[in-house]
């Protein structure tokens, strides 16, 4: 069974505050993939990456970063966090780019006031 | 363009019933059609997925179906059961592409 893990499963932040999101695949997959999910937008892109040291940029990358460590870990930087980044994120990896199945982590729950 | 819409937004069916997820799509160079379901506190995860060679895709109760020419294709939940409430996400993508692009999501509710 694929293993994504995501840590930590609940954050609470201040506008402007620093947060780190980290996700670790056990499934020797290349690619892995942050997205946000929020009511009424279903699950979007902030960014992916097909290796170690490689990232591309998804579909609402504004105001995040991420950095791919090693093949196994993947991070999601919030520097300057602000409230429309009050959203559940969740980190998935896949064997093959897109055409192939996404496993999930446990989603991170992330709320800025 | 690359969008897919979905719809319903909700739907609720009795028990028995088969429920009906519709999505559509605008780019024709979509060539992979998951998709994924989602229940309460959990992550999505896949259920069934189709290629345009093919009209329908079964696997047990779930069956999509695919129409080329009109750029549709819908999930069928034949004899709806209560553990089959949860959130169901339609996805297109093609191959020279890593994103999969997704619906807005359709919360199914059976009732028993």
């Known amino acids: 069974e694929a293993a994504v893990t995501q840590s930590p499963r609940n954050k609470v932040t201040v506008t402007g505050g620093n947060v780190t999101l980290s996700c670790r695949q056990t499934?020797?997959?290349?690619?892995m993939y942050w997205y946000r999910q929020d009511t009424g937008h279903g699950l979007r892109l902030i960014h992916y990456?097909?290796?170690?040291?490689?990232?591309q940029i998804g579909d609402v990358p504004d105001g995040y970063k991420a950095t791919r460590t090693t093949q196994e870990d993947f991070f999601l930087l919030l520097e300057l966090a602000s409230p429309s980044q009050t959203s559940l994120y969740f980190c998935?990896?896949?064997?093959?780019?897109?055409?192939?199945?996404?496993?999930f982590g446990e989603g991170s729950k992330l709320t800025v006031l | 363009q690359q969008q897919v819409r979905q719809s319903p937004q909700s739907l609720t069916v009795w028990e028995g019933e088969t429920a009906i997820l519709n999505c559509s799509y605008e780019?024709?160079?979509?060539?992979?059609f998951p998709w994924y379901h989602q229940f309460p506190g959990e992550s999505p995860a896949l259920l069934i997925a189709?290629?345009?060679v093919s009209n329908k895709k079964e696997d047990g109760r779930f069956t999509i179906f695919f129409n080329k020419r009109e750029k549709k294709f819908s999930l069928h939940i034949a004899d709806s059961q209560p553990g089959d409430s949860a959130t169901y996400f339609c996805?297109?993508?093609?191959?020279?592409?890593?994103?999969?692009?997704w619906g807005s999501g359709t919360k199914l509710i059976i009732k028993p």
């Open positions: 996805a297109a993508s093609m191959d020279s592409n890593y994103q999969l692009i």
């Open positions: 780019d024709s160079t979509f060539d992979y």
């Open positions: 189709i290629r345009p």
């Open positions: 499934n020797s997959h290349n690619y």
């Open positions: 990456s097909y290796g170690a040291g490689n990232l």
């Open positions: 998935a990896s896949s064997g093959t780019p897109n055409t192939g199945q996404l496993y």
